[in-house]
């Protein structure tokens, strides 16, 4: 029996006809660009996060690049994220021509350490990207204050945190902007690449849709020179048959959460925290252990897939050697990238695969 990390076939056989039915009738209309599916996803996620606008894009990238391109940031500004993360986050940065700046994270939610921002700002910081990684939620009360004293911008990379809650609301609804993206194995996933950016800031919502879309709103009439960062019609289709059953899905990740953590009780692995502030979505349900390598290889044997995120944090990635950070700068991103490890997580995960991973496990710990 093969346990994989994700499944997105179980997935669309348990939604198949809705899916199909919907790809068909997009299809059927010949309406592949814009029109009423991306319209009614963007109200209709919006609405999800508690927030008033939505703008489909084509990727969670183009939406981070987008929000931060909105708000003004360019070259000569700096942007404040954390070193463990997905690099989507610090490419958008860069794609600005502004200055990634690292603050490390705190060991129990694997965040942004509120505690080290201010020690990271100077004149020419414009912004803060919290990501709210694995579907945990930040600490966003503490960004948000301090961002507010420095006069600096907030968008929320909600990528892997659709439904997550901080404090009762969800996240999307606590910066300025928020992006998601519908990449096929996150928790709200397309068939292909799709994203988001959403807030309640209207102007800012108008330069988004605008940038989104070569620059115009009357065709061929540049008001600016933007981008293609369209949200395709057919992934929005498919995106709005799945939006509904997403909240039964968290249920589900969360039930098998904790279904892992009360059978890896007294094993030894650090299980995932959930802070009292937050709702966790488990987007990935991630382990911590010493002996990784070990561990790693042995799930392997048994045919389980887990996978490592991240395995190097981004300060010490190649592609930033030129930012001059050195190991030792950001220990606790560092330590994670060489302790944690991913199990297996989806809604349609079952309750014996779930024993048997955690049987495994526990042989030899
Ligand atoms: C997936 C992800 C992104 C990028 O999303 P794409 O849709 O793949 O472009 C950005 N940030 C984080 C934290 C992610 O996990």
Redesign the pocket.
């Known amino acids: 029996m093969h346990i994989p990390l994700v499944d997105l076939k179980r997935q669309y056989l348990s939604i198949k006809k809705e899916i199909d039915e919907a790809i068909q009738k997009v299809i059927d209309n010949s309406a592949f660009i814009m029109g009423e599916n991306v319209e009614g996803f963007e109200n209709e996620f919006a609405k999800f996060c508690g927030i008033k606008y939505g703008v489909g894009t084509s990727?969670?990238?183009t939406a981070?690049h987008l929000a931060l391109v909105a708000c003004g940031v360019k070259q000569g500004d700096e942007v404040i994220t954390v070193p463990y993360?997905?690099i989507?986050?610090t490419e958008a940065i860069s794609h600005t021509a502004a200055k990634v700046v690292f603050v490390d994270i705190e060991d129990r939610s694997y965040n942004m350490d509120s505690e080290k921002i201010e020690q990271a700002i100077t004149e020419k910081t414009r912004a803060i990207i919290p990501?709210h990684?694995f579907g945990h939620p930040a600490d966003m009360d503490k960004i948000m204050e301090i961002a507010k004293k420095h006069n600096l911008i907030v968008i929320e990379?909600a990528?892997?945190a659709h439904g997550a809650e901080y404090k009762g609301k969800k996240v999307g609804s606590l910066g300025d902007i928020a992006c998601f993206?519908?990449?096929p194995g996150?928790n709200l996933g397309a068939y292909g690449?799709a994203?988001m950016a959403v807030s309640d800031n209207q102007a800012l919502v108008e330069k988004m849709r605008l940038l989104r879309n070569h620059g115009y709103q009357k065709k061929y009439y540049h008001e600016i020179e933007g981008y293609n960062y369209r949200l395709d019609a057919i992934q929005a289709a498919i995106l709005r048959v799945k939006l509904r059953h997403l909240e039964e899905w968290t249920e589900k990740r969360r039930k098998n959460a904790k279904l892992y953590d009360e059978l890896l009780k007294g094993s030894g692995v650090k299980t995932p925290l959930e802070m009292e502030y937050a709702k966790h979505v488990y987007h990935l349900y991630v382990i911590g252990i010493e002996k990784r390598e070990e561990l790693y290889l042995r799930l392997k044997k048994n045919e389980i897939s887990t996978a490592i995120h991240y395995p190097l944090p981004l300060h010490l990635q190649q592609a930033y050697s030129y930012l001059g950070y050195k190991k030792g700068d950001f220990p606790i991103s560092e330590a994670c990238t060489e302790r944690l490890l991913s199990l297996p997580m989806f809604p349609e995960l079952t309750e014996d695969e779930i024993k048997k991973i955690v049987e495994i496990i526990k042989k030899k710990n």
Request: net charge negative; proline share 0%; charged share 15%.
């Open positions: 990727s969670g990238t981070l993360t997905f989507a986050t990501v990684l990379d990528c892997q993206s519908f990449y996150k690449d994203g």
